[in-house]
Each structure stands twice: as structure tokens, then as C-alpha cells.
């Protein structure tokens, strides 16, 4: 059953460096650092973007409009941290 908690725990840990990716990546296009035109941006944003999307969406549908600033990466990411430390904390119950 450990092996399911640290299972669980990469888990987590890859959805967070993936959502730290597409932050940066999207800071990168949106000050013409990265050339949204070049074949591998898109397709490294695109796959990004359709990954996290199922994370996104719920988010987004009950955050209100911000006015162009999108908050669902931060509240993923503050659930993620959630879950961690859930988990740690119940460690015993999977043992």
C-alpha cells in the first residue's frame, strides 16, 4: 500500500511541474520571448494547454471573470499542495 502513496505523490508532483511549465511558457509568449509561430512552441504549448485544460476548466467555471487574469493555475496549484499534505499527513492508513 506505500507504494500507492508515492504512486500518488509523483502524481502530484508531475501535475505541478507541468502547471509550472505552462505558467512560464505563457509569461514566455506573452513577451514575445518565444515565437508562438515556431512548430515546436506550438506544439509544446498546445500539448501543455490540452493536459491541463480538465484541471482548468472546473476552476475557471466558478471563478468570476477577473478581467483577463486567470487564476485557475494558482488555485490547482494551492489544491495540489492540499492534497500533498493530506496524504503525508495519512501516510499510516496506506502502511
Partial sequence: ML?????????LQIAQYLIFAH?????????NVLNPRQQFVQQVWG????????LYGPVR??????GGLDLAP???????YALQIILTNNVSAFV
Fill in 61 to 66: 467555471r466558478l471563478l468570476p471573470p477577473m
Fill in 47 to 54: 500539448g501543455l494547454s490540452r493536459l491541463l485544460e480538465p
Fill in 3 to 11: 507504494s500507492i502513496y508515492q504512486i500518488l505523490m509523483l502524481i
Fill in 74 to 80: 494558482l488555485v490547482v496549484l494551492i489544491a495540489i
Fill in 23 to 31: 505558467f512560464i511558457m505563457s509569461w514566455l509568449l506573452a513577451f
